[in-house]
């Protein structure tokens, strides 16, 4: 007797790992698909991501060679460039209303900090991204009212890591500066809403991203870059050796004064 329980209780478990292979398997070309299909609307830029590994044993999945392309207008081949991103998502909540995500940690992003005239490429996107949200939650509402609530998500951790930050401006005359991105923890996103549209939740991570792009621990060292470049004699050509010096004020005002002004440059 006891040697049959032990066989269905084999056999029991056989199938759910069966189940969970499957399932699992299948769930890297939705991850895929979904990016490459809905990013784009959600950026309004090109949003590909190259392939999808899944660790059956942890339920991890490996989002390799994502691509952030950058609005019309703007001259650099990408936005940013990411190498992988570790998705940790629980199985079990995949059948609810709210997709939960333990983990999802961006390593070693290469971003393009464009600007030309008065904006910036993550500016754009980012404003992109507010629209989006903003008619998705029009929409999700109006879909609540006939059929019920929508899938939503539920992000414990966002992590950016080891980034660096290239900045693209015409007056570098091709030439681009590199400063460390600080590093970003997001909890719970999407929490105090019950969960968050996909739009919703990714405007969010964007927003924090865009903020350290942008922050004075960025600034400072485009400040130190563009009056060294500045100061030399053939490190830019005369027109925008003219434009790094109305920027940073000189070699004399220090980099303090070289930091404000290309903050004010900046928008901030």
Do not use: C
Request: aromatic residues 6%; hydrophobic residues 40%; charged residues 25%.
């Amino acid at each position: 007797m006891k040697k049959w329980i032990l066989i269905g209780t084999g056999a029991v478990v056989v199938i759910i790992v069966a189940v969970v292979i499957v399932g699992l398997s299948s769930l890297g070309p939705m991850i895929k698909k979904a990016v490459n299909t809905y990013g784009p609307g959600i950026t309004k830029t090109e949003v590909k991501l190259g392939d999808v590994g899944i660790s059956i044993f942890s339920a991890e999945a490996e989002l390799k060679d994502f691509l952030l392309g950058n609005p019309r207008g703007f001259k650099s081949p990408q936005a940013m460039k990411v190498g992988s991103i570790y998705v940790d998502v629980d199985e079990k909540s995949l059948t609810g209303d709210t997709i939960i995500i333990d983990r999802i940690e961006v390593v070693a992003p290469e971003i393009t900090y464009e600007r030309i005239g008065g904006t910036d490429n993550f500016r754009t996107i980012l404003n992109n991204v507010k629209k989006a949200a903003g008619a998705q939650k029009t929409s999700t509402r109006k879909q609540d009212e006939k059929k019920g609530e929508g899938k939503k998500l539920l992000i414990r951790n966002f992590i950016v890591r080891d980034g660096k930050v290239n900045l693209a401006i015409p007056m570098l005359g091709g030439k681009t500066l590199s400063a460390r991105l600080p590093d970003i923890h997001l909890k719970d996103i999407g929490k105090k809403k019950g969960g968050a549209s996909p739009a919703e939740a990714f405007k969010e991570a964007f927003g924090a991203l865009y903020a350290k792009i942008t922050s004075p621990a960025v600034n400072d060292i485009f400040a130190k870059g563009l009056k060294q470049l500045g100061a030399g004699t053939k490190a830019v050509t005369e027109g925008a050796k003219k434009q790094l010096q109305t920027i940073t004020g000189g070699a004399k005002e220090g980099v303090k004064s070289a930091a404000d002004k290309v903050k004010k440059l900046f928008g901030k």
